[in-house]
C-alpha cells in the first residue's frame, strides 16, 4: 500500500510540475487557445499534444513525425527542407518571399503584417510562437 501511494505521489507532483512550467499562449480575444510544455510540447486548448519542438529546433506533429525544423539563424523549414518563413533576432516574422507577415514583440504580443494585436505569449521561445501563429505547421 505504501508503495502505491508513494507512486501516486510522485506522479501528481509530475502532473502539477509539468502544468506549473508551462506557458499559456493567448488569441486576440485574450482567450487560453494552448501552452507549450518547458519540455517543448505545444498542446491547444483542452490540453491534447498538437506537436513538439525540440533542443535541436526539430518541429514534429501530434503522431512524432517530423513537420519542419528551426535553423539556428531562426530560418523556419518544412518536412521538405524547403524555407517556409524567418524569425529575426527582433521578432519579426517574415514568410517565404521576405514579406512581413508580423511581430512577436518583447512583452510576447504578436501583431499581424498591420499591426493589430493577434495573440499573446509571454514567457514562450518567440521561434515556437512564429511556428504556432504565423508558420501553418499544426
Known sequence: MKKILCLLFIFIFITLT???NGQSYYGSNG?????VDSDGTIRNFNGSSIGKIDKDG?????NGAQIGKIDKDGTIR???NSSIGKIESDGV???SSNRYIGKIESDG???NSNGASIGKASGIPRNFVAVIFFMNLF
Open 93 to 95: 516574422v517574415r514568410d
Open 58 to 62: 526539430i518541429i514534429r506533429n501530434s
Open 109 to 111: 504580443t504578436i501583431r
Open 18 to 20: 509539468i502544468s506549473v
Open 31 to 35: 482567450q487560453n487557445i494552448g501552452r
Open 78 to 80: 518544412n518536412s521538405n
